[in-house]
């Protein structure tokens, strides 16, 4: 993998745009390089949120979501550096490579 983000559009959504300051609603998994998942909203049958850009996840999801609309799925590929860096978190080794698969489920903003 290389040191920068790789976004991949797997599905187009049609809904409002992820901006910062949102709270997003999305449903996902993660992987570590070896293909191993480490983390599954899918697998605990509950949708995570968060708010997005504000530096309350990692910064490959806050760079990563960024103008991803409602109903669209992403791929993102997260070098160590905009994951977790030298820190393990869980089952994920310092300095690990991550991949995420994203549903997008819903996005509130200030003005709804």
Not at 62 to 67: A, C, I, R, T
Request: hydrophobic content about 35%; overall charge negative; glycine content about 14%.
């Amino acid at each position: 993998m290389t040191d920068e983000l790789i976004i991949e559009d797997l599905q187009l959504g049609d809904g409002k745009a992820v901006v910062k300051g949102a709270l997003i609603t999305t449903q996902y998994r993660g992987w570590l390089a070896d293909g191993s998942e480490f983390d599954s909203s899918w697998s605990r049958g509950k949708p995570f949120q968060c708010v997005i850009g504000t530096g309350r996840v990692i910064k490959g999801w806050d760079q990563g979501l960024m103008g991803m609309q409602v109903g669209g799925k992403r791929k993102l590929q997260v070098p160590a550096h905009l994951g977790y860096g030298e820190r393990s978190v869980g089952s994920i080794p310092p300095n690990s490579n991550l991949t995420f698969e994203i549903e997008l489920l819903e996005v509130l903003t200030r003005d709804d």
